[in-house]
């Protein structure tokens, strides 16, 4: 085990609606990456958090958008969901500069 | 970071030394060679990483080529617990940039 948690395990939603998805990181570890895995593909970066602030984005959209507090835990909001959006959310965290170690994630079904 | 192509798919009989290869021609000086795994449905599990020499852990080894432009990971003795897609990613610095998964391999060992 990493250490990781996310939570919740899995969730649904419906198109439109808002979801909001938390990771506690590995004690000592400062920086959260963020990633979305859709059926059958490798995971994809969506951003990146250390020490509170935003460290690199991917190619998502703005209504994706994430936060870290002060003890490092992350979250990660999705806005006006819509179908694309069914996937599994990953978290990763690493004390910069580090490997990254992964979360068991959040299964995502937007219907 | 430097791209990299992994065989999609190989088999391997148990206790049997599973040979997984990866290349990654345009690596540059500072990147690093990185495995991960990911078991069905659950979040990717780091295994191993290097520069230029060989590594080894109570997982697995990494052998690198003298001129760093192709890698193999070798699980000693498979179980059925190594069946898994891998992942080879080459990224600068120390493993905190954003990981770029591709493909993989998909190693199914057999019983």
């Known amino acids: 085990e990493t250490g990781v948690t996310q939570s919740p395990t899995h969730l649904i939603k419906t198109r439109g609606q808002q979801v909001t998805l938390r990771c506690s990181s590995q004690?000592?570890?400062?920086?959260v990456s963020w990633y979305q895995q859709a059926l059958g593909q490798g995971p994809q970066f969506i951003f990146q958090?250390?020490?509170?602030?935003?460290?690199g984005r991917g190619n998502f959209p703005p209504r994706f958008s994430g936060l870290q507090f002060p003890n490092y835990s992350s979250e990660l909001n999705v806005n006006a969901l819509e179908l694309d959006d069914s996937a599994l959310y990953l978290c990763?965290?690493?004390?910069?500069?580090?490997?990254?170690?992964f979360g068991p994630g959040t299964r995502l079904t937007v219907l | 970071d430097a791209k990299t192509t992994q065989p999609p798919s190989m088999d391997c009989a148990e206790g049997r030394a599973a040979n997984l290869p990866c290349n990654h021609s345009?690596?540059?000086?500072?990147?690093?060679v990185y495995w991960y795994r990911q078991i069905h449905s659950q979040g990717p599990q780091y295994i191993i990483h290097?520069?230029?020499n060989n590594e080894t852990n109570e997982m697995a080894s990494l052998i690198i080529t003298e001129d760093r432009k192709s890698s193999t990971l070798i699980l000693p003795h498979a179980t059925l617990r190594d069946t898994a897609v891998y992942y080879c990613?080459?990224?600068?610095?120390?493993?905190?940039?954003?990981?770029?998964f591709g493909t993989g391999t998909r190693l199914t060992i057999i019983p």
């Open positions: 990763a965290s690493s004390p910069l500069p580090d490997t990254q170690y």
């Open positions: 004690s000592g570890h400062n920086t």
């Open positions: 958090y250390y020490r509170e602030e935003e460290n």
């Open positions: 345009t690596i540059s000086g500072n990147e690093y």
């Open positions: 290097g520069l230029k």
């Open positions: 990613i080459v990224l600068s610095n120390f493993g905190n940039e954003k990981l770029t």
